[in-house]
């Protein structure tokens, strides 16, 4: 396609236009005779259209590279969950090509702050979890958030909300996961129907009413976010195989919250990098990107 062409490959289309140098020889031969002046002009201005031809040329290269949104990942940089994040970046790598998108990792929360937050329109917390931020990169994140400086998806550590490793809950973060706090899970994974709720939803867009994920933990919480939150998708127990009597009834797995101005998304599923071979959930990711990176 024309539009992909290398920097190379249209450099040389713009040669083979006719202000080449078998253009100029024949305009020098044509005018030389009779008049010197005459000559200088016409190659003055077919000089001039040369270097018309190139710079527009030149832009509409740099315009053709210009990515149409930036992603920062904050990826959990080694845990159980190395396999998913590891798979992600692979699976993100080629996304990023195909939807002309361009990806920054950071593994620690270290480095953000307003200025870094505001080089990018959406913000990918990669099994991140919500806690040991730095001041700094929470003040920051709050703000991105709040403010709708960028859009932001959020897998699966992101609602480990709570007292874990020695840090106390982020209050706000819990907040805006819908009021809820981390309760427990099936270490023993179990594979369920996802319900999805809202079919008219972008993120939902292609998936049908309900799709099928292998072997998850099923997060549960407290009490259900859906009173706080839109609620996209929720996992319907009864379907758990093998079964497990960790339920909470209502379960959402997957949810925005309207109360920002952000455009976010939540989405549970993220424990095994195998979720990257389940057309549904690449899916819902693709989906994701798309809404929540672009206004
Ligand atoms: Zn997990």
Not at 82 to 106: R, T
Request: some cysteine; hydrophobic content about 40%; glycine content about 6%.
């Amino acid at each position: 396609m024309r539009d992909n062409l290398s920097p190379r490959e249209q450099i040389g289309n713009l040669s083979a236009l006719p202000a080449s140098r078998e253009f100029f020889g024949k305009l020098r031969m044509a005018q030389l005779p009779n008049n010197g002046s005459l000559l200088k002009t016409r190659f003055c201005q077919a000089r001039s259209l040369v270097i018309l031809l190139l710079v527009c040329g030149t832009t509409a290269l740099a315009q053709a590279q210009q990515p149409k949104f930036k992603v920062i990942v904050l990826a959990e940089a080694s845990s159980i969950h190395k396999p998913f994040v590891d798979a992600a970046k692979v699976w993100l790598a080629k996304e990023s090509i195909a939807g002309n998108f361009s990806i920054d990792y950071i593994q620690n929360t270290e480095k953000i702050d307003g200025a870094l937050l505001s080089r990018y329109q959406l913000f990918l917390q990669l099994d991140y979890p919500p806690y040991a931020w730095t001041p700094a990169a929470a003040s920051a994140f709050q703000k991105y958030i709040e403010q709708g400086r960028g859009g932001w998806i959020g897998f699966h550590h992101p609602t480990l909300l709570g007292e874990f490793d020695g840090y106390p809950m982020w209050q706000w973060f819990a907040d805006f996961m819908g009021g809820i706090r981390f309760k427990d899970y099936i270490a023993s994974f179990a594979t369920a129907k996802v319900n999805v709720e809202d079919q008219t939803h972008p993120v939902m867009r292609g998936l049908g009413a309900s799709f099928e994920v292998e072997r998850e933990e099923w997060y549960t919480y407290d009490k259900s976010p859906r009173p706080n939150v839109r609620v996209l998708a929720s996992v319907d127990e009864k379907t758990y195989v093998p079964d497990s009597p960790l339920k909470m009834g209502d379960h959402p797995v997957v949810w925005t919250n309207e109360h920002v101005k952000a455009k976010n998304v939540y989405i549970f599923m993220g424990h095994r990098g195998e979720h990257f071979q389940n057309q549904a959930f690449t899916t819902l990711f693709r989906n994701a990107i798309f809404w929540a990176a672009t206004s």
